[in-house]
């Protein structure tokens, strides 16, 4: 037996949409300090699994718990508050609003000045708003994009606006980000600075789990690796297990 | 300038701007014309906050405006509360409306939310029509007493101006706080993508609810004070063309924009004003110079005139 609960547990999640059971008896858990790649074939359900985790969709069964606490049926508020926060597939950011106040939104959960001491400004309220700022900048070093600031997101270059997304989950301190497809859009350089990004992120103590297609990635950053089918596990192992497994192989040619 | 300096000098100048207007307008008629400017100025801004910046529209927000003037109305002239208490009842009686008809509608989205705030404006406005015994159903309220501080009696035109524009120059200021708070970038994410606001962990919901409860409370701060500058009320100022006419003034003068408010709310007042003249043609004429502005600035009157001042001063450096 662990003394310590695993990271993050799913136990016999289900999922499905209308006729299509987009997760099937999924579980599987992992501990903290990992980087955990979740790949499959176009429509496996991974963006529904994420989605899931992150309590934008109720499971239909089974359990989800980060830490040991049950998150399943949360709010999504509460879910980032307890320590996870995503990407998106599909870049989404704040595009009219500034690079920096991006991320400052990105950090909502940490920060508290509501609508009453925003009009009356108390101190407390400055110095919230200052230390926000200065955790925002760092965040932009972080990932490179320091001086970029005050440039409206929108007009960022594709493969910034990715990271920008990443400092913007990053802001609220999570101790699980969940990347969607972060690759996705990038050239060969980009990509690799990626990885890199990807490797100090968990060195920073924030464990990441990685949906990507990339395959050269996602095998060179992943610790471990887990494959899903149709909602279905398909296997869990090492990247070199995966790659020498059949049932993966024959997934991908069969229907990539 | 650094952008905070910069809106410090727009505001004194506005301030200033509002003293030396006050001091040299000897006409009743213009300082009349600009009363109502400011009244229209306060809904445009609270309306501004939940379409402009939080990206929700409503088409019931002259129910809000009518709540304000008929709870002031009725308080005083009815029940003989003085004013001043009577103000606080009237924007919490707004208020209080709006978070209950906001928590079901707010779960609606663009045309839904306009058709479900619609909905709630006719019924503000029949209730307003209809109750005859309380407000004095269509053929309107009389008799709302003048506002006065001790000695100083506010009705005269002058003061009633300076008071008029005082509340909105805090207003705007409360505005401009709002808006450049976590709460304000907020609002703005939820405009910009509402999904990613959630999963960041915005509360939406909550925050969509407290903008429209504090727009309607603006909008029955203007009503208080449109009540007791006028002195007689009646349904017709509240209808469903007076809704229409706020998103417009919004919209005219520039989304997500505290001046533009102002420049909408500007345009709307004087515009039926001027076209006076063109008697039977005069609905034809608005309509035309609406669409007119629309087609030649669709970002509404401030980013088009900024626009304008830009283009003319390259042309200028060149
Ligand atoms: N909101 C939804 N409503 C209906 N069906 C959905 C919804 N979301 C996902 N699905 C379906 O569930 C299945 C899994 O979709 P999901 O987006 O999770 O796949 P994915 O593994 O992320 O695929 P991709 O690699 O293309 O991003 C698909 O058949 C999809 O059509
Ligand atoms: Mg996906």
Same mark, same amino acid.
């Given at each position: 037996?662990k ?33 955990m ?7 496996a ?7 899931v ?10 359990a ?48 508290r ?32 994009l ?54 100090? %992120?968990?060195? +920073?103590?924030?464990?990441? !789990? $990685?949906? #990507?297609?990339?395959m050269?990635?996602?095998? *060179?950053?992943c610790?471990? %690796?887990?494959? +899903?089918?149709?909602?279905? !596990? $398909?296997? #869990?192992g ?5 790659? *020498? ?12 | ?16 701007a ?76 707004a ?12 779960k ?16 503000a ?59 304000g970038?907020?609002l ?19 925050l969509?609810?407290?903008?429209f ?77 609406m ?27 060149r």
């Amino acid at each position: 037996m662990k003394d310590k609960p695993a990271l993050l547990k799913l136990a016999s999640v289900s999922k499905a949409f209308g006729g299509v059971q987009a997760l099937d008896d999924i579980s599987f858990e992992f501990d903290a300090g990992l980087i955990m790649g979740l790949i499959g074939p176009n429509g496996a359900g991974k963006t529904t699994l994420f989605n899931v985790i992150t309590g934008a969709y109720v499971p239909d069964s089974g359990a989800v718990s980060l830490d040991g606490i049950p998150i399943q049926g949360r709010r999504i508020q509460d879910i980032v508050h307890l320590g996870i926060s995503r990407t998106f597939q599909n870049v989404e950011l704040f595009e009219s609003m500034s690079v920096i106040e991006n991320i400052m939104v990105g950090r909502h959960v940490r920060t508290r000045s509501g609508f009453w001491s925003a009009i009356t400004r108390v101190p407390a309220i400055r110095r919230e708003e200052k230390a926000l700022r200065e955790r925002a900048q760092e965040l932009l070093d972080f990932v490179g994009l320091a001086d970029q600031a005050d440039r409206r997101s929108g007009d960022l270059p594709f493969g910034w606006q990715r990271l920008l997304e990443i400092a913007r989950a990053l802001a609220s301190d999570p101790k699980l980000l969940l990347l969607d497809e972060p690759a996705a859009g990038l050239n060969a350089v980009e990509t690799g600075r990626l990885g890199e990004l990807i490797g100090n %992120i968990r060195d +920073l103590g924030v464990t990441v !789990m $990685l949906v #990507e297609h990339d395959m050269a990635l996602t095998m *060179s950053v992943c610790d471990q %690796i887990i494959v +899903l089918d149709q909602g279905c !596990m $398909l296997a #869990e192992g090492l990247p070199r297990e995966i790659q *020498s497994n059949a049932a993966v192989m024959a997934a991908y040619l069969g229907n990539g | 300038m650094t952008p905070s300096l910069k809106k410090g000098v727009a505001y004194a100048l506005a301030c200033s701007a509002i003293a030396g207007i006050g001091l040299a307008a000897t006409n009743p008629y213009h300082l009349q014309v600009m009363t109502f400017i400011g009244i229209n100025s306060l809904l445009a801004l609270g309306l501004n906050l939940l379409m402009g910046y939080a990206g929700q529209i409503s088409l019931g927000h002259a129910a809000f405006y009518g709540i304000g003037a008929y709870t002031t109305a009725i308080l005083t002239a009815t029940y003989g509360l003085s004013p001043w208490l009577s103000l606080p009842m009237a924007v919490a009686a707004a208020a209080l409306v709006a978070f209950l008809v906001g928590m079901p509608t707010l779960k609606l989205s663009g045309y839904y939310l306009g058709m479900g705030t619609l909905g709630f404006g006719m019924i503000a406005f029949i209730v307003f029509r209809e109750w005859d015994g309380v407000t004095g159903g269509a053929s309107g309220f009389v008799g709302i007493p003048p506002l006065a501080v001790g000695p100083l009696n506010l009705s005269s035109g002058r003061n009633y101006f300076y008071l008029v524009w005082g509340v909105l120059l805090v207003a705007i200021l409360v505005c401009r706080r709002i808006i450049d708070s976590r709460t304000g970038r907020a609002l703005r994410a939820i405009h910009d993508s509402e999904n990613a606001a959630r999963a960041v962990g915005v509360g939406t919901m909550h925050l969509k609810l407290q903008v429209f409860v504090f727009s309607a409370a603006v909008a029955a701060l203007a009503g208080f004070l449109y009540a007791h500058y006028v002195s007689f009320i009646s349904p017709g100022t509240f209808d469903f063309l007076m809704s229409v006419r706020m998103v417009t003034m919004v919209v005219i003068g520039g989304m997500a924009s505290i001046w533009g408010a102002i420049l909408g709310a500007s345009l709307l007042t004087l515009l039926p004003e001027w076209l006076h003249a063109f008697s039977d043609l005069e609905m034809v004429v608005y309509g035309l110079i609406m669409m007119g502005v629309m087609i030649v600035m669709p970002q509404g009157l401030t980013r088009g005139i900024l626009d304008l001042y830009e283009r003319a001063r390259e042309r200028h450096e060149r």
